[in-house]
């Protein structure tokens, strides 16, 4: 195990996937324009749904670069856990679009899974990780998340308490 990469992971995986609910809270509607640009998939259903905008994506890459930068890594490292947070994130509601299931709608593991697993993983030669860092820093990002999210709504930072 490895503690420092752990929690450098751990932080860089955070402000990826904090930084679209916090550009969410600070802009509302204004510049939220969804990233699937209202497509639909063959099942008729919206390829990721209205909630995963192109501000989050980039809210996500700028906040993860900085957030390497300011933890002794390069940028570039903190924009491939970012775009690699995203990716996971964009699966994630694809998934949950295909299996009916409403935007902000809960799933546990995997709202969680991908957008922790696909960043550390895309990272885990930069950090030092081994497969087991990434499977118990996914575990601590997936209880992390929840309690993190439930704080962010009492705060009325979040929409929904998960």
Known sequence: MHLLPIVQGLILVFAANGAPVLAHWMFRERGAFALDFGARFSDGGPL??????????????????LTALLLGLSWQVGALAGAAAMAGDLLSSFI?????LPPHSMAPGL???????????ACMSALGLT?????????VFWIGELLISRALFSLKIREHPY
């Open 111 to 121: 709202d969680q899974g991908p957008e922790c697993v696909f960043p550390l993983v």
């Open 48 to 65: 990721f749904g209205s909630a995963k905008t192109i501000r989050g994506v980039i809210a996500s890459l700028i906040a993860a670069s």
């Open 96 to 100: 949950k679009r295909r299996l009916g």
């Open 131 to 139: 497969v087991s860092d990434v499977l118990l820093a996914t575990l």
